[in-house]
């Protein structure tokens, strides 16, 4: 994934806005994300919810590694620092979205 991250920046760096929605696990990955955008207004957003959850949605996508979720759930936000935490099990992906727009004044 160190080539997407190189990539993004690259794109960045040519005046694109993106949204970029990628499972970072661990803090040496967190730092090399805002080493390469460091020149641009970077935000990230840490997305939560019980596994239990998780792990149904898993199931009820069919195109998902059953187990993946569980694996992840301990080890995505560990040492983590998110300029915003939101817990997806009461709102919809558009209130969401709406919360990140808000929050960052986009």
């Known amino acids: 994934m160190q080539g997407m991250r ?4 690259a794109m960045a760096a040519q005046g694109n806005n993106l949204v970029v929605d ?3 696990i ?5 730092r090399e994300y805002r080493a390469l955008l460091s020149r641009f207004d970077f935000r990230l957003v ?3 919810a019980p596994l239990a959850v998780l792990e149904a949605r898993e199931r009820e996508r069919g195109d998902r590694e059953i187990g ?3 694996w992840q759930h301990d080890r ?4 983590m620092t998110y300029d915003l935490e939101i817990d997806t099990t009461a709102t919809t992906p558009l209130e969401n ?3 990140i727009r808000d ?3 986009l």
């Open 26 to 30: 661990g803090k040496d990955k967190e």
């Open 22 to 24: 990628e499972v970072v």
């Open 97 to 99: 979205a709406q919360r």
């Open 76 to 79: 995505v936000h560990r040492d």
């Open 103 to 105: 929050a960052f004044g």
């Open 6 to 9: 190189h990539a993004i920046a």
């Open 46 to 48: 840490g997305l939560f």
């Open 68 to 70: 993946l979720a569980r």
